[in-house]
């Protein structure tokens, strides 16, 4: 029942903020507050459960999971025995549809960053955010709401739903509280997202009914569409409804172009929770649906996928470079950090796979961090172009510090996250193709080169007009010591979270090897 | 006790960040000396240990990094005797230059920060030589890097220094990047990363997958962009926007010859591939003579040190490429000595001047700062290989010496050796003359303090006896360097050449270091005006030497400019076009639609009419 509850609480809490606003708006947000912190306490909860029998080794052999974890029932039927919490409940059982959520180490790591940012998205919206707070908060803990299901649920129906849920307060976000291009913004997102997402449903009711067909047990249920038999002609249309829909969201070239007008406009809490946790929402629909699901049409579009992956990373790269405005030049690194997840996903490797999580983690935390410190910025300066900023170093050393810490993150540092994920996403991608893993290392070139100028137009170089940079506030402090001890943890103990996803990594992977296997069989039989 | 050597740094520099600017001046003084003498002692007392025991390696896992799929790089340091040389140089010359720094960053505001980028530079350079693997030796790679761009730009407020730093880092990171791809195919090989493996395994039945050539050139790759060789040589003059001290540790002591340090770990891979081993000479032959002719025509005193800096790890290069492992190691080993002390010597010439780098603007510093003067003139010498008293002499000459007698030497790399070490001579006493010598052009500020000279003093001592260590066959023939290190570099196999070729080879050299620093003295001191303008203009070949044979301008014209065309003209991101265009297209569309509902009732029967007989040809012809 946790894992109903993850999502209530958030839904309630929206609510409740949004009647308390009328009162007293300090009340909205210390409810919104205590709500995202009470489910990141409970995640942190479950994790440190299921860390505690030291699992070390990753491959072979599955995790003993303590089955009062969350106190659920463990494994579902036709699942394996990696999920730690499980909740199925009859929604409209004449269509097959049920309200079927389950929870693995690959949505668990999700939820623990999807709660980690949620808590900064709210308190860095303490100050920022004085127009109508309540609709606000009620928006942001919806699209954590969303967020969270889309993470937990294994019924496509439901997935389709909270895919919608993450969508509309999101447009909202962007649409009330963003800057001066925000309308424009806004539409774009909504409309790229709706577009992909509609065809995802008819990949969804396409599934459902061959499913159907095949069986005559009509179900929307993941276990059950895992194994589908598609005829090869249909998986042909499916597989890139599903694929078109997360690689938009995730954003691949060339479907990038909503993510730097949204990102760039939207609120820092919104630019956040968009670069933080809604593209790896795409990354997760790959790894948790594409690739099981349609294993043979994914690996006959690997090569296409790498390639988007490539041209994303340096396209992107080269963007970056280009901005003059800071949003937007984050913005463009998430492009190009993405790359890396494409590449990675379609590498087929156990190795790229992790790098792949690492990935999702490490620049959920580091690209967030850069919009938080870009968010801070602007309220101080009240501008976001590069042009009218440098210098800051001599007035605010303290954040010229940590701007550096995630600046090094995205090009790649060694000892920090993003490195992790980098290296074991290129080395995993390395044996299944090598041409395009040496094209996206000539993307840690680029990195270096749009990254280190953040610092030189920012922090160092002449002062811009002698203005002072204010120090950093107490709530500031909260919100950034945190981040930078995530990114350093994870940069010097990855361990700890390459554990957790390990088995889920295996189950992938074996899925994909074990179809293709008898794919070569039944060729082989058939010669 | 050991493992704690790159630790302490790295604690200096935590505890410098966080206390900032809490701690007054003295305090990160000595916190910041103290963690890197600390380092120093315990490497003393490390290698007082080796030295005493049987040679054997000492490894210590700190913690398991990851492990996936059963490959689990650890955190893990490994001491032998080839990175035991290196700690030494490291947290020895290190200690010293973080003395010296005291007295050099006094006046400086930011003495905090400057000390903080100092220890975490130390530390990652000790990370760097102790992995036991390549991952983490990459960690150490990247983080003197991130150091060295930190202390390059370390006055931030001149975009020009600004510049400067990032060169750095993006030039190297381009090494880096094929040292990365290095790696990838290095772990598809042999499974690993860790060193000890992978060299056992390069020694026994190498693997099908294994390409040594390839391999041993991406690793070349990172190694030449660290190192600063051709074609990644650039960098380094420009990084001499850094404070004095920074030049001396990180772009003359010990992070220039990290490539050096990488070659000479993986040379078992090297030595597989006789392809990789000649490109190794070449890169290091030719960069030593270009770097050479650049030396002789710069104006600034810290330029001149930083060619020659590259010119002098060509020589180390060219001895890797020879397959003399112990050489390379050797001279890296008096170099780090002579040349810190020769940058640490111009920085106090740079401080009693105002911040004076040009050195046609100095001149009769002789009388004015002694002891600056002659622990130059001592650092100088051993550069130029001044016979017999210099450390430099011993380890150039065996350089020199193997690139004829060696397995892999000819006439050819021999000729070019001997010439670099002519160009040495005459560049390093331009300098030294010109410096020092002749009519004063400013008046002394300031003289250095305890500080600063005892460094300088301690260097300069280390800058004659460390040749000792090593007497080629005919003179003394003394052994302890290379047999220290022959349980991991095997020895060089020459070709028994007659012994008189040997002195003959030396004195050549001899007379070579000694007519070189004649002609110095010919056409700077005593007869200038044989070639007038010498000491001026800059035309011709000589400005094309100035300007480091104008690779900048070409690098320019061929990677920058166009990128930055690129980012300029497509700052918009012209995809974006497709979807405003599709977007129009809706709209058009939309307006067109539009028209047809004029409320004209003919329009519509006719529209109906039309659509009608549109259904109808359709069913009819179906």
Partial sequence: ?527 | MWWLIPIIPYLGGLILILGGKRLTKPMTGVIGCGSVGLSALLTIIAGIGFLSGDGEALSVELWKWFNIDGWSPGVTLYLDALSLVFIFVITFVGFLIHVYSIGYMARDKDFNRFFTCLNLFVGSMLMLVLADNLLLMYLGWEGVGLCSYLLIGFWYKDPVNGMAAQKAFIVTRVGDTALAIGLFMLFEAFGTLQLQEILAGAEGSLPAAANTTVIALLLLGGAIGKSAQLPLHTWLPDAMAGPTPVSALIHAATMVTAGVYLVARTHVLFALSPVAMTVVAIIGTITLLIAGFSALCQRDLKRVLAYSTISQIGYMFLALGLGAWGAAIFHFFTHAFFKALLFLGAGAVIEALHHEQDMFKMGGLKKELPVVYWTFLIGSASLAALPLVTAGFYSKDQIVWLALAGERGNGWLYLAALTGAFLTALYTFRMVFITFWGKPHTSVSSRPGKAMVIPLVILAFFSIVTGFLELPHNLGHITLFSGFLSPVLPAVHDMELPAALEWISQGIAAVLTIGGIWLAHLFFIRKPQLLPGLDRATTGLQAFFYRGWDLDRLYNILFVRPFKWLARVNQADVTDRFYTGLAWLNVWLHRQVIKTQSGILRWYLAGAAIGALIILTISVLL
């Avoid at chain 1, 976000?173 to 008819?202: E, P």
């Avoid at chain 1, 954003?251 to 007008?261: K, M, Q, Y």
């Avoid at chain 1, 490195?419 to 996403?425: K, N, P, R, V």
């Avoid at chain 1, 270096?448 to 811009?464: A, D, H, N, V």
């Fill in chain 1, 1 to 527: 029942m946790i894992l109903a509850w993850f999502i209530l609480i958030l839904m309630f809490g929206g609510l409740l903020s949004w009647l308390a606003a009328r009162w007293n708006v300090l009340l909205a947000r210390w409810i919104a507050l205590g709500s995202v912190l009470i489910n990141f306490f409970l995640a942190l909860g479950i994790w440190w459960r299921y860390s505690l029998p030291d699992g070390g080794v990753l491959s072979g052999g599955t995790l003993t999971v303590p089955s009062s974890a969350a106190g659920s029932a463990v494994s579902a039927p036709g699942s394996p025995a990696t999920w730690i919490a499980d909740l199925s409940l009859e929604w409209i059982p004449s269509f097959g549809i049920q309200f079927h959520l389950a929870l693995d180490g690959l949505s668990l790591l999700m939820l623990l960053l999807t709660f980690f940012l949620g808590t900064l998205g709210v308190l860095c919206s303490w100050k920022e955010i004085t127009e109508r707070p309540g609709f606000f908060h009620f928006n942001l803990l919806w699209v954590l709401a969303g967020i969270t299901g889309v993470f937990l649920t294994m019924d496509l129906f439901l997935f389709y739903f909270f895919w919608e849920v993450m969508l509309i307060p999101m447009y909202f976000l962007i649409g009330i509280w963003g800057h001066a291009n925000r309308i424009y913004a806004a539409y774009k997102f909504f409309i790229f997202t709706q577009a992909s997402g509609l065809l995802m449903l008819l990949a969804i009711l396409g599934l459902y009914f061959i499913q159907g067909n095949n069986t005559g047990n009509y179900s929307f249920d993941y276990f059950d569409l895992l194994g589908t038999e598609i005829p090869a002609d249909a998986a042909r249309w499916l597989m890139p409804g599903f694929l078109i829909a997360f690689i938009v969201k995730l954003p691949a070239f060339p479907f990038h172009n909503w993510l730097p007008d949204a990102h760039g406009e939207a609120p820092t809490a919104g630019s956040l929770v968009l670069a933080g946790l809604l593209l790896k929402t795409g990354a997760y629909g790959l790894l948790r649906f594409v690739v099981p699901l349609f294993p043979e049409q994914a690996q006959a579009f690997a090569p296409w996928g790498m390639l988007l992956g490539v041209v994303g990373i340096l396209y992107g790269g080269k963007l970056a470079f280009a901005q003059t405005d800071l949003k937007r030049l984050i913005a463009y690194t998430s492009v190009s950090h993405m790359g890396f997840v494409m590449l990675g996903v379609f590498a087929f490797t156990t190795m790229a796979y992790q790098g792949v999580l690492m990935q999702m983690i490490t620049h959920g935390i580091s690209t967030g961090a850069l919009f938080l410190l870009a968010g801070m910025l602007y309220e101080r300066l009240h501008t976001r172009d590069l042009r009218q900023m440098g210098g800051f170093w001599k007035s605010n050393p303290t954040m010229g510090g940590i701007m550096l810490v995630f600046v090094m993150a995205s090009l790649g540092l060694p000892g920090l996250g993003n490195f992790i994920a980098e290296f074991l996403t290129l080395n995993g991608s390395w044996p299944a193709n090598r041409l395009m893993t040496i094209l996206a290392a000539g993307g840690l070139v680029i990195a270096t080169i749009y990254s280190l100028r953040i610092m030189q137009k920012i922090f160092f170089g002449p002062p811009w007009q002698d203005r002072p940079l204010a120090a950093l506030k107490p709530r500031e402090y909260l919100i950034l010591i945190p981040l930078v001890a995530a990114i350093i943890f994870l940069g010097l103990f990855p361990q700890a979270a390459l554990k957790t996803t390990g088995t889920v990594i295996d189950g992938i992977t074996e899925t994909t090897v074990i179809s293709l296997e008898t794919t070569l069989t039944r060729e082989g039989g058939n010669q």
